[in-house]
C-alpha cells in the first residue's frame, strides 16, 4: 500500500433497485492498489454535499495531517482537538468491499445523505473522489470547481436532462 495515489477523471453509474453500484473502472486500479484489496472508504465529505471516497492507505494519511494540524497548532499556541478533527473526518467513514467488476452496495444513510437517486456522478478529485448526485452538483455554486459540461455529457449519456440552472 505504498505510494501516493492519484484519483481523477468522472463518470456516471446506475444506482440499481437492490442499492448496488459499480466503482468505475478508471478509478478501480488505484482503489485497489491503495487498499491492498477491494476495500472502499466511502463517507460524507467534510465541506461538500457529496460523499468522498478512497483506498484504505489514505486513512493512515488523515491520521498524519490530523497530527501535522496538532503539532502546528502547538507550536503557535493555539489549542487543538484532536478527536474533534478526527470525527470531522471518521465519523461517516465505513469501508466496503467491492467485487471484481467495482460493484458494491451503497449504505442507505449515506446514499440518503447523498441525495443518491438512481445514478451517481463519480468525480476524481486527487487523493480522493467524490459521489454526487448529478443535478446537486450541478445545482452547488462555486465553491465546487468542476466543468459543467461533463456533468451535463454524463447526465446526456445516462439518459437524463438536467433540470438545474445554467450558467
Known amino acids: 500500500m505504498s505510494g501516493a495515489f492519484a484519483y481523477s477523471g468522472s463518470a456516471i453509474s446506475a444506482i440499481d433497485d437492490k442499492g448496488r453500484l459499480s466503482v468505475p ?5 488505484n482503489l485497489v492498489e ?10 460524507t465529505h467534510e465541506k461538500w454535499d457529496c460523499l468522498v471516497g478512497f483506498g484504505l492507505s489514505r486513512k ?3 491520521l498524519i495531517e490530523i497530527d501535522k494540524q496538532w503539532e502546528a497548532a502547538i507550536a503557535r499556541g493555539d489549542s487543538f482537538d484532536k478527536d474533534a478533527a478526527g470525527a470531522r473526518k471518521f465519523s461517516s467513514l465505513q469501508d466496503l468491499s467491492f467485487d471484481a467488476s467495482g460493484r458494491f452496495i451503497l449504505p442507505p444513510q449515506l446514499r440518503e445523505i447523498g441525495k443518491l437517486e438512481s445514478h451517481v456522478l463519480f468525480h476524481g478529485i486527487g487523493t480522493t473522489f ?10 452547488t455554486t462555486d465553491d465546487v470547481p468542476v466543468d ?3 456533468v451535463e455529457h454524463h447526465l446526456k449519456e445516462a439518459g437524463q436532462k438536467s433540470g438545474g440552472k445554467q450558467k
Open 34 to 43: 491503495s487498499s491492498d484489496g477491494r476495500t472502499l472508504c466511502l463517507g
Open 25 to 29: 473502472a478508471f478509478l478501480r486500479k
Open 148 to 150: 459543467r459540461r461533463l
Open 60 to 62: 493512515a494519511d488523515m
Open 130 to 139: 467524490c459521489l454526487w448526485n448529478p443535478q446537486t452538483l450541478l445545482d
